[in-house]
C-alpha cells in the first residue's frame, strides 16, 4: 500500500513539508540533524574497544584432607 512511492508523491510530501513549516525553519532542523550525525560518526569513532583479559585455566581443585579433631586428654587424677 504504502511501499512504492514515486517522484509525484515525494514531490508532494516536500511541498508540504515547505508549507507547513516554512522556508525559515527547514534550513535549521536539517543543520540541527546534520549536527547530531556528525557527533554520532565522531562517537562511534572515538569509542574504545573494551579490553579482553584472556582467560585464565582453572587450577584443580586438590581433594579435601579430612582433619582430625584434637584428641583430649582424660581428665584423671593430679597427684
Known amino acids: ?13 516536500v511541498v508540504l513539508i515547505a ?3 516554512g522556508h525559515n525553519k527547514i534550513p535549521g532542523m536539517m543543520k540541527n ?3 547530531g ?10 569509542e574504545e574497544k573494551p579490553q579482553v583479559e584472556p582467560v585464565k585455566k582453572a587450577e584443580p581443585k586438590k581433594p579435601a584432607t ?5 584428641v583430649k586428654k ?3 587424677k593430679k597427684k
Do not use: Q
Open 1 to 13: 500500500m504504502f511501499g512504492r512511492f514515486g517522484w509525484m508523491e515525494i514531490l508532494v510530501i
Open 74 to 76: 582424660p581428665a584423671g
Open 37 to 46: 550525525l556528525n557527533v554520532f560518526k565522531k562517537e562511534m569513532k572515538t
Open 33 to 35: 540533524l546534520a549536527d
Open 66 to 70: 579430612k582433619k582430625k579433631a584434637p
Open 19 to 21: 508549507i507547513l513549516f
